[in-house]
């Protein structure tokens, strides 16, 4: 799988899908789960209420993820998983990585030739973002996936320098 990096504001992205670093009520919140129910309207909400309602009535666990549409997005669906919150243990690192892992899983269930990710849980959740941007890469690399392109959206300096340097240090 090809790993891209760019700055951007990921609801602007064309890739056959999105994620969204949401949460396990999958009912909408702030940082990019703001922006991503802002610009996709109210189809995203809709189909995640109907999640809900029918396969995960107790929510989304952290570390998997579940597809919906994308509603007026420029992307054809959004993948939302709920990442954790940040402690120093190494259980949680697993779950982040579950993250990334079980996106690529349903994202070669929907045959989605490109995916674009937020960095997941490095906002309100408070991963350290050179951590979160090394599991990203990492997971990312050592996954088998029929995805060929997976785009890494850095939405400051931070997550873009991080995303380069955990890519550089793979790379050799
Ligand atoms: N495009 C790309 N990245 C963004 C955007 C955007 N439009 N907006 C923020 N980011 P966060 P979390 C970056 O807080 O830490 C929500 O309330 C941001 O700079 O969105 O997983 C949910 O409902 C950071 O690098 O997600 C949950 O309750 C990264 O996206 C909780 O926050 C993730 O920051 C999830 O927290």
């Not at 979160?132 to 997976?150: K, S």
Request: overall charge negative; some cysteine; glycine content about 10%.
């Amino acid at each position: 799988m090809d790993i891209q990096v760019v700055r951007a504001d990921i609801t602007t992205v064309a890739a056959d899908a999105i994620v969204n670093a949401a949460n396990p009520s999958l009912l909408g919140g702030g940082g990019v789960d703001g922006a991503i129910h802002r610009a996709g309207g109210p189809a995203v909400l809709e189909a995640c209420r109907e999640l809900r309602a029918t396969s995960l009535p107790d929510g989304l666990p952290r570390g998997q993820a579940v597809a919906t549409t994308a509603g007026r997005l420029p992307a054809r669906w959004v993948i939302h998983t709920a990442g954790p919150v940040f402690s120093r243990t190494q259980d949680r690192a697993q779950v982040l990585a579950d993250c990334y892992r079980n996106c690529l899983a349903v994202a070669d269930e929907l045959g989605a030739a490109s995916v674009a990710f937020p960095t997941i849980s490095a906002g309100v959740y408070g991963w350290p973002t050179a951590d979160a941007t090394r599991i990203a890469v990492d997971t990312l690399a050592e996954t088998p996936t029929r995805v060929g392109t997976a785009i890494l959206v850095a939405f400051g300096d931070e997550a873009y320098e991080g995303y380069l340097r955990a890519l550089a240090e793979r790379r050799g």
